[in-house]
């Protein structure tokens, strides 16, 4: 957030502004909730676990992580081969009769199902599995108390619309429909629906052109829940397709208000670099923009890197961006592919160190220990206290099993090792002595970064950025690598990069972890 800034008109001064996106990294798909002051939000978490991160705000600015809604097994049955980019879809939360509903779809195992929790942190209830096809489900309630369940329609990889059924929440069970509701503008994938009663009409508020830069928001409104549905004159009322916006791919969004009545929209962007088609590299993240409404319709955008606040800032506690493992438990932002189990890793084993034990003998497929944090900082250097033991482990920038760059440790040697589709190379070694040492991983502006002797033209250019490694305190990189092939331009799905330790031989432990922005000073 930034304060009233003097050089401001007159009339902005006394105006905060703040910047996007709001919770910068992996955190797509996002759905908001007010309750009284107090904002909640969630956000996809696909074949992460634990699941669907939710968060507190009190200015829908700051936001800080209370936890992960699935933080149990039972919660989140994923296949041990669950596929990158499968698992948690698009989930929606709201606050009805005193209680915190959370409803979802598990594409892997059993489709749609409901949480529900008296408190936002948990605990959250086992699933209510529902008898839904598709993806994308919302809840919303009528003023007799009917529930209404919104999802997108999918039979197999065809799509058929937004569908509308009136469900029994508790038992999971379909009381009425579905039907279909409306099918949007004509472009493809009409998906992500909210349904929102304001005044005298319902609206539905849909994702369509497809989760890439063709991304747009559509709105059509009806007197009931039941239809017939009127699209909105001005659809798709937010969208950057075919713009030179450095924020792209807006879409898949929910509508929230202030306690004064204004309106605001949390939605999903991307923020691609580099060389033309551009690459993005940290997944779709949670933007926040203004609604204003006129005509009964709302109008939104464009999204900004840098907004008009809703109010004066009302920061929560932040959690710090390093990690001692000196707690009893592991933080909530910690995440590892598919599961956890119990006995892979400790912070009791060895107090003051993560203990990591090795559960699968590569990152090239599932069943590895890996234990990471969403990349957060486009520019950013994360570092960690490693001692090997007599194990192989390091430190990995993972978008999924066939791509991802290592800085590894084991037989006395360290190496950076890059995985790009059906290649694994060694790109870099260097002996080491025994015990601890530091393991850093840098990204930053291609841009910043002269041309190396030999490289081909214009490579600086196309990159969106450079990852280097280093070890020690040695300021010369072991290696430095093209981020293009770790972006979802080119490893494909709905994620982006998760930078973690890991341990593919033995036992090994850390002491510490580091990330941050760049441009940071180290030991600040």
Not at 240 to 255: C, E, F, K
Not at 262 to 273: E, S, V
Request: proline share 12%.
């Amino acid at each position: 957030m930034h304060t009233p800034d003097d050089r401001l008109p007159e009339s902005q001064a006394n105006d905060w502004y703040y910047d996007n996106p709001v919770i910068p990294g992996l955190h797509p798909d996002p759905s908001a909730c007010r309750v009284g002051e107090d904002y909640y939000l969630v956000c996809s978490s696909f074949e992460y676990f634990p699941g669907v991160p939710i968060f507190h705000s009190r200015d829908l600015v700051h936001w800080r992580q209370l936890g992960n809604v699935l933080d149990r097994p039972s919660q989140l049955p994923l296949p041990p081969d669950a596929a990158a980019s499968d698992g948690i879809y698009a989930p929606t939360i709201r606050h009805h009769d005193g209680r915190f509903w959370l409803i979802t779809t598990n594409v892997s195992h059993g489709g749609n199902f409901i949480v529900t929790a008296e408190r936002p942190e948990g605990p959250w209830s086992d699933p209510v599995w529902i008898d839904l096809p598709g993806i994308d489900p919302d809840l919303a309630w009528d003023e007799d108390g009917n529930c209404w369940c919104a999802f997108a329609g999918a039979d197999g990889p065809a799509f058929h619309g937004v569908r509308i059924a009136r469900v029994d929440p508790e038992a999971g069970k379909v009381l009425e429909g579905p039907f279909p509701a409306w099918a949007g503008t004509g472009l493809q994938w009409p998906e992500a629906p909210h349904l929102y009663r304001i005044g005298q009409w319902w609206y539905l508020v849909i994702a369509e052109g497809g989760t890439e830069r063709g991304h747009t928001v559509a709105v059509a409104r009806a007197r009931s829940p039941r239809g017939p549905w009127e699209a909105a004159p001005n659809n798709p009322v937010l969208t950057h397709r075919s713009t030179n916006q450095p924020i792209q791919s807006t879409g898949h969004a929910d509508l929230v208000t202030t306690p004064d009545g204004q309106w605001w929209m949390i939605l999903l962007g991307t923020r691609p670099r580099g060389y033309s088609p551009g690459f993005h590299v940290l997944g779709r993240e949670t933007f926040l923009t203004p609604v204003r409404w006129e005509d009964g319709w709302p109008h939104v955008g464009p999204v900004n890197l840098r907004e008009r606040a809703p109010g004066p800032p009302r920061p929560l506690e932040v959690e710090p961006v390093r990690d001692d493992f000196d707690a009893p438990v592991l933080a909530p932002r910690w995440i590892s592919p598919r599961s956890r189990p119990d006995d892979a890793w400790s912070l009791t084993e060895r107090p003051g160190w993560l203990t990591l034990r090795a559960t699968g003998s590569t990152l090239d497929r599932p069943g590895c220990t890996f234990v990471g944090r969403r990349q957060r900082h486009q520019d950013s250097r994360t570092a960690v206290l490693l001692d090997p033991g007599s194990g192989r482990a390091g430190l990995s920038v993972r978008m999924d099993e066939a791509h991802h760059y290592d800085l590894e440790v084991a037989d006395g040697q360290v190496s950076v090792i890059a995985r790009i589709g059906p290649l694994r190379q060694s790109t870099a070694t260097r002996p080491v002595p025994p015990g601890p040492l530091v393991l850093t991983i840098t990204t930053r502006p291609a841009a910043q970064r002269p041309p190396a002797e030999g490289e081909p033209s214009g490579l600086h250019v196309a990159a969106p950025d450079f990852i280097a490694f280093h070890v020690g305190d040695d300021p010369l990189p072991l290696a430095e690598l093209d981020g293009r092939y770790l972006s979802t331009e080119v490893a494909t799905g709905f994620t982006g990069r998760v930078i973690g330790m890991y341990v593919t031989e033995g036992t090994a432990w850390f002491d510490w972890f580091d990330h941050e922005p760049l441009d940071v000073p180290r030991g600040s």
